[in-house]
């Protein structure tokens, strides 16, 4: 998060355009910054991480926050591909 979008978070005059709400917000974030922390790897979540997900995102279901990790993992690395393929003069860029 940027500062000057911390600030006006802080300050309670920034404009919820994502439409999400403020614990929706935060769920995201967390789940964002375990993503990273793993690099989007079931297998290296921490036990607090995996119990996170499991218990608050799936309901107990341990199979189904696997599945939902890994889903979310997998489009992360297909925007990321999108973006490195048309940064440096891939197909559809215009650079040279």
């Known amino acids: 998060m940027?500062?000057?979008l911390g600030f006006l978070l802080l300050a309670g005059c920034a404009d919820n355009s994502d439409g999400l709400t403020k614990d929706q917000s935060s769920?995201?974030?967390?789940?964002?910054t375990?993503?990273?922390k793993s690099e989007g790897k079931w297998e290296r979540l921490t036990p607090e991480d995996k119990q996170y997900i499991v218990g608050e995102l799936s309901?107990?279901?341990e199979a189904a926050a696997?599945?939902?990790f890994?889903?979310?993992s997998k489009r992360a690395e297909g925007l990321q591909f999108e973006r490195e393929s048309t940064a440096g003069g891939g197909p559809t860029s215009t650079k040279p």
């Open 2 to 4: 940027g500062p000057l």
């Open 27 to 32: 769920i995201n974030d967390r789940f964002q």
């Open 34 to 36: 375990i993503m990273t």
């Open 59 to 61: 309901n107990g279901d």
């Open 66 to 68: 696997q599945r939902m």
């Open 70 to 72: 890994e889903m979310r």
